[in-house]
């Protein structure tokens, strides 16, 4: 089996729910370069930016919550290029809390570890293999931070960005590379076949109270923030 194409219990692509998202948009009709982009563009701006409650969700799960962050989004991405037939890979890190910042404040923020796990999906295209990162922020957010902070117009860290060009991050696919938080990375961890490898190996740093407290309070507290940045808040 192609390592690159196979499903797991993360990447559940044969779900009726996604079939029929597939079917749905009719990504099949798309040539292969317009495909990567159609279904970029929708885990981009269709599903949100936000905190679901683990980082190893089923793709079905992270569709059906209808927003995500770095390492969900990942795996919705790579579910959904599999299942139109589009090898990919993830590549695996830790990011630095900092640009957490703003999306988690006060106490919350000063509990959190220093170093969030953190993924980007690689697609091969002809041979070539590029890196989509920029997938993280629906454009609906993106622009209403950029509002909320129009006079920064170099690097920016925070509210779930790190990059060194904030008026203008690389964020649309055009057969090259995207990134909107690569700037945090502190660590590498490589690459893996699928996220199911990932997590196996490697998973937030949490005791079970912190993780108790993150799945109940402090993530809807940081999609409060998220959502209200979006609204112009």
């Not at 692509?13 to 982009?37: C, D, S």
């Not at 404040?105 to 959190?112: D, M």
């Not at 690097?155 to 938080?181: E, H, M, R």
């Not at 997590?199 to 309070?217: D, G, T």
Request: glycine content about 6%; charged content about 25%; hydrophobic content about 35%.
């Amino acid at each position: 089996m192609n390592n690159y194409l196979k499903e797991t219990p993360i990447l559940d692509y044969n779900n009726h729910t996604i079939q029929e998202l597939i079917k749905e948009r009719k990504w099949q009709n798309l040539n292969t370069a317009n495909r990567i982009k159609a279904i970029y563009n929708f885990v981009r701006d269709e599903i949100k930016f936000g905190y679901n409650i683990a980082d190893n969700l089923p793709a079905s799960s992270v569709l059906k919550d209808g927003y995500g962050q770095c390492n969900t989004k990942a795996t919705l991405l790579m579910a959904l290029l599999r299942a139109t037939g589009i090898q990919n890979r993830i590549h695996g890190f830790t990011i630095d809390k900092a640009l957490q910042k703003g999306a988690i404040t006060g106490i919350w923020y000063q509990l959190s570890p220093k170093n969030i796990l953190h993924s980007w999906v690689e697609v091969e295209l002809e041979g070539v293999w590029y890196f989509l990162e920029g997938v993280i922020l629906d454009k609906i957010y993106l622009g209403k931070l950029q509002e909320k902070f129009k006079n920064c117009n170099t690097a920016f860290c925070g509210y779930g960005v790190y990059t060194d060009s904030f008026i203008n991050p690389k964020i649309d696919w055009n057969l090259d590379n995207t990134f909107i938080q690569k700037m945090g990375i502190n660590q590498d961890f490589g690459l893996f076949y699928t996220p199911d490898d990932f997590y196996a190996e490697h998973r937030q740093e949490l005791n079970s109270i912190k993780r108790f407290i993150f799945r109940n309070i402090v993530r809807h507290k940081m999609n409060k923030n998220v959502e209200n940045i979006r609204k112009g808040k």
